[in-house]
T-cell receptor
Framework: GAVVSQHPSRVICKSGTSVKIECRSL??????MFWYRQFPKQSLMLMAT?????????EQGVEKDKFLINHASLTLSTLTVTSAHPEDSSFYIC?????????????FGPGTRLTVL | KQEVTQIPAALSVPEGENLVLNCSFT??????LQWFRQDPGKGLTSLLL?????REQTSGRLNASLDKSSGRSTLYIAASQPGDSATYLC???????????FGKGTTLSVSS
């Protein structure tokens, strides 16, 4: 159990277009999901915290108008990269927190590779 | 602000060797610590999760220890195999329900 999926796994788009990435918790409910970004040979950096039914909390330096996050249900959060540019090319990974097991465990999705031409 | 450091950045060993990967963190008031494996171009595979009240966790050939007071964790890999080649990431959770803070990883190469 505790599977998190992401869609798409890979996307290539033209500069100036918008791209939506979905993160789903398949067999549990997640009130909180996290979005991370990983540049080549770098570690994962938190972009934002997504809470179901409320606005996302963005980390310093992350433009909330460029990276739109929607967490409309307990199993789905979406990240939309608006007006994408080549510098947005990166590996985007989401995670979902699962409570109620006595520990707070985060489960990670497989990631989405975004390439902006 | 919590910072996580992993040493070494890269490690090459022959098959069969036992090895230790190191992780240090600046704020000892953590909730948990997790070790992940990441293959090139892939997502994360969780290896071991250590709660703040625990000293170590074991899974097969892997053993992770946690010393909160000194801000250190180690991942011990016994009898390394070529299939162990990957990047190993250490991540700290400061509080329940918060995001993890990652180190930059140790890239391991095991030659046959």
């Amino acid at each position: 159990g505790a599977v998190v999926s992401q869609h798409p796994s890979r996307v290539i788009c033209k500069s100036g277009t918008s791209v939506k990435i979905e993160c789903r918790s398949l067999d549990f409910q997640a009130t909180t999901m996290f979005w991370y970004r990983q540049f080549p040979k770098q570690s994962l950096m938190l972009m934002a915290t997504s809470n179901e039914g409320s606005k996302a909390t963005y980390e310093q330096g992350v433009e909330k108008d460029k990276f739109l996050i929607n967490h409309a249900s307990l199993t789905l959060s979406t990240l939309t990269v608006t007006s994408a540019h080549p510098e947005d090319s990166s590996f985007y990974i989401c995670s979902a927190s699962r409570y109620g097991t006595g520990t707070d465990t985060q489960y990670f999705g497989p990631g989405t590779r975004l390439t902006v031409l | 602000k919590q910072e996580v450091t992993q040493i070494p950045a890269a490690l090459s060993v022959p098959e069969g060797e036992n090895l230790v990967l190191n992780c240090s963190f600046t704020d000892s008031a953590i909730y948990n610590l997790q070790w992940f494996r990441q293959d090139p171009g892939k997502g994360l595979t969780s290896l071991l999760l250590i709660q703040s009240s625990q000293r170590e966790q074991t899974s097969g050939r892997l053993n992770a220890s946690l010393d909160k007071s000194s801000g250190r964790s180690t991942l011990y890999i016994a009898a390394s195999q070529p299939g162990d080649s990957a990047t190993y990431l250490c991540a700290v959770g400061n509080q329940a329900g918060t995001a993890l803070i990652f180190g930059k990883g140790t890239t391991l190469s095991v030659s046959s």
